[in-house]
């Protein structure tokens, strides 16, 4: 743990987690299967929906920072049943394993996900990530080659937010709304993430994921660490190479800014690009029939 979190109070402890016992739950409405393999030390955890089959790329989801694969729950039902899609707890997160001494740069995550694939049995996939997950996609993307059907990102971490950004030095986060450490940053995580407005939603989860959240608040701010020491990883797997390529963004995320598009429409101007007004860092949660449709049609177009 770093040393410069604070002590959580014996309250947060005290605090009944109800999130385990809620995600179990999700789990069975969902009607999602859940799996496990370990992996460079790690087990990994993911939940699957639909059977895997030869002539189509399974669909892989990777959650955003101080996430989990449940963040993806209002998309998974919108799967036709004979879609295989997997989302999945990137390692130091959810229910997949957390290690003090390992390293979460967007490299070593690509490349223990990448070795998950070949655990998990899948061939060729359509990778899907948001934010941080976005990231490690783009990095798997570049390391499998063809066995990316394609890539779709969404408010993507990892991308200059304009043209004179100086890429030798790690840009500037406010890191207590990205990884709080006390009830109130909580609070302002899951009412800023999106638009920059409370809502019910933002509210409900305050309360469900808040004491999990605070536990958690050490291995997070390490992973988040680790983030910042190699920022931009994924610009350097993008080129006019990179898999068929879906940028989804909100117009109004405070988290990274709808300026990184620019970035995409010059890096890799194959790219399909679709800037959602009235959204936010969370595309998945804020307007999930949208964005879902977005994504079929893109998926269909290339191979699915």
């Excluded at 743990?1 to 999130?19: C, F, G, Q, T």
């Excluded at 999602?32 to 370990?38: D, F, G, I, K």
């Excluded at 999106?194 to 390490?222: C, E, I, S, V, W």
Aim: glycine share 8%; hydrophobic share 40%; net charge positive.
């Amino acid at each position: 743990m770093s040393a410069d979190v604070p002590v959580l109070s014996k309250l947060h402890n005290r605090i009944p987690n109800p999130w385990p016992l809620a995600r179990t739950g999700h789990r069975w409405l969902q009607r999602a299967r859940r799996h496990s393999v370990r992996v460079d030390d790690h087990r990994i955890v993911w939940l699957e929906r639909g059977r895997r089959q030869s002539h189509k790329p399974s669909v892989v989801l990777l959650h955003g920072l101080a996430a989990m694969k449940e963040n993806w729950s209002a998309w998974l039902p919108l799967f036709p049943s004979d879609q295989h899609v997997l989302a999945v707890d990137i390692p130091g997160f959810g229910e997949s394993d957390y290690r003090v001494g390992a390293s979460y740069r967007y490299r070593d995550q690509a490349d223990r996900l990448t070795q998950w694939l070949g655990a998990a049995g899948l061939g060729q996939v359509h990778l899907v990530g948001s934010s941080m997950g976005a990231a490690i996609a783009t990095v798997m993307a570049r390391k499998i080659g063809d066995r990316a059907a394609s890539l779709t990102v969404m408010n993507s971490a990892g991308i200059p937010a304009h043209d004179t950004v100086d890429l030798n030095r790690p840009p500037a986060f406010d890191r207590s709304v990205l990884v709080p450490v006390d009830w109130q940053g909580v609070y302002r995580m899951f009412n800023t993430v999106g638009n920059g407005k409370p809502t019910a939603t933002g509210l409900a989860m305050t309360g469900l994921l808040g004491t999990d959240l605070l536990r958690r608040a050490g291995q997070n701010r390490h992973v988040f660490a680790d983030m910042v020491a190699d920022p931009y990883a994924p610009i350097n797997a993008l080129d006019n190479d990179t898999a068929p390529l879906l940028v989804i963004w909100g117009e109004k995320d405070r988290i990274t800014p709808p300026g990184c598009v620019a970035f995409y429409r010059s890096k890799t101007p194959h790219a399909e690009v679709h800037v959602m007004r009235g959204i936010g860092h969370l595309p998945m949660l804020e307007n999930p029939r949208r964005s879902y449709r977005i994504l079929q049609a893109f998926i269909r177009r290339h191979g699915g």
